[in-house]
């Protein structure tokens, strides 16, 4: 039982290290064929629920992979960077050195701990789902095979921040995960702990 996070594909701004949440891009014919190239590799997992960002490149990465009918989930959206929005971080960093959005201001944006409130919110929700699905399976136990997991498709800061949650660790240490566009995540269990199963892959 766990977790399986696909970030979206490439886009313009992904492409060029830009801080993108609400600005609604496109993927790029790159992004598109990335996202394409996932759908053999999810076909093989038991995906029970699939949950997807509002952004037209998530919902699009999402279909491309196979999963056209994901729930449309708000909680997913990207950081919201607000007046940092477009900005690269070199560039930010002209004005405040050494700034990450890990820990620096993010003025008109997200704090973290309201970044780790929707991520916690999130994976208390597909825990739902899949302790549901493993009682109607008979008890599924984790760690005990893969078992059940629920998709979620969404943004590169936010699948950091929940990863750095669903281990226990502060929103911030989402910092230690790097993750490229339309990647494959598994996040799951050994016995009881929550662990990294598969990264950016």
Not at 99 to 118: C, H, I, K, L, N
Not at 163 to 176: E, F, I, N, Y
């Amino acid at each position: 039982m766990g977790l399986v996070l696909v970030r979206h594909g490439e886009t313009a701004w992904s492409r060029e290290g830009k801080h993108t949440s609400v600005t609604d891009l496109p993927l790029t014919a790159t992004g598109e064929e990335q996202a394409r190239s996932l759908a053999p590799r999810l076909a093989s997992l038991d995906i029970v629920a699939a949950r997807v960002s509002p952004r037209l490149r998530a919902r699009r990465t999402a279909e491309l992979i196979g999963f056209a009918d994901a729930e449309v989930d708000e909680r997913l959206v990207e950081w919201g960077y607000g007046d940092l929005e477009g900005r690269r971080t070199v560039e930010i960093r002209e004005e405040q050195p050494g700034w990450t959005v890990w820990d620096g201001p993010v003025p008109g944006g997200e704090s973290a701990g309201e970044v780790s409130a929707r991520c916690d919110a999130v994976i208390a929700d597909a825990v739902a789902t899949l302790e549901r699905v493993a009682d109607e399976r008979g008890g599924d136990v984790p760690g005990e095979g893969l078992g059940p997991e629920v998709l979620l498709v969404a943004h590169g800061h936010l699948l950091r921040a929940l990863t750095a949650r669903w281990l226990g660790l502060d929103v911030a240490d989402g910092r230690l995960f790097r993750l490229d566009t339309a990647r494959l995540t598994e996040l799951g269990h050994e016995r009881e702990q929550r662990v990294l199963r598969r990264w950016n892959a």
